[in-house]
T-cell receptor
Framework: ETGVTQSPTHLIKTRGQQVTLRCSSQ?????VSWYQQALGQGPQFIFQ???????GRGNFPPRFSGLQFPNYSSELNVNALELDDSALYLC????????????FGPGTRLTVT | AQSVTQLGSHVSVSEGALVLLRCNYS??????LFWYVQYPNQGLQLLLK??????LVKGINGFEAEFKKSETSFHLTKPSAHMSDAAEYFC????????????FGAGTRLFVKA
């Protein structure tokens, strides 16, 4: 059984650019949730995907979008990057709506300059 | 809507002393409650979770938490702090009204003095 993995580990982008972050879910998990953790804060829910469809969204603008693939890997895309997008981005996988058993990846640290 | 309040952004204890990290939650239906730990430059590790079974939940590394519905609290304790416990701790809530999305508190940084 593999854990949740994320890539890349670190990323530096310039304001206005676009970025794609990737997450590989734990084997058999069909739900993935993405969180943004700004420095010194708790993680904030961005959105959740279940069986390749968005299944809930937090207070994030449309320039934050996602994809989930048939193999349950997923992507978080952020367009028109802003300085405030600098954060640790975490994904978590779970089975169905059993988010009380979700497993987090190590995160991708995004720095926007 | 769910919410979580962690009392105290920083807590400092001496090695061997009791650790008490406070968490209060708001939820209109029976919640799931969690405590996570985060070490510097790392992701989140689940310490323990409450899912409507026993109200006293035991987790990893000697931590435990008690669900008190009347006080809407889920405080985290450990009888004897160890230097390796120094980290950021997050309380979180999840319930069916929010589509089971997880809402985190702002975190409490635990310092352990030698």
């Amino acid at each position: 059984e593999t854990g949740v993995t994320q890539s890349p580990t670190h990323l530096i982008k310039t304001r206005g650019q676009q970025v794609t972050l990737r997450c590989s879910s734990q084997s058999g998990h069909n739900t993935v949730s993405w969180y943004q953790q700004a420095l010194g804060q708790g993680p904030q829910f961005i959105f959740q995907y279940y069986r390749e469809e968005e299944n809930g969204r937090g207070n994030f603008p449309p320039r934050f979008s996602g994809l989930q693939f048939p193999n349950y890997s997923s992507e978080l895309n952020v367009n028109a990057l802003e300085l405030d997008d600098s954060a640790l981005y975490l994904c978590a996988s779970s089975l169905g709506d059993r988010t009380y058993e979700q497993y987090f990846g190590p995160g991708t640290r995004l720095t926007v300059t | 809507a769910q919410s979580v309040t962690q009392l105290g952004s920083h807590v400092s204890v001496s090695e061997g002393a009791l650790v008490l990290l406070r968490c209060n939650y708001s939820s209109s239906v029976p919640p799931y409650l969690f405590w996570y730990v985060q070490y510097p430059n790392q992701g989140l590790q689940l310490l323990l979770k409450y899912t409507s079974a026993a109200t006293l939940v035991k987790g990893i590394n000697g931590f435990e938490a008690e669900f008190k519905k009347s006080e809407t609290s889920f405080h985290l304790t450990k009888p004897s702090a160890h230097m390796s416990d120094a980290a950021e701790y997050f309380c979180a809530v999840s319930d069916s009204t929010g589509g089971f999305k997880t809402i985190f508190g702002a975190g409490t940084r635990l310092f352990v003095k030698a």
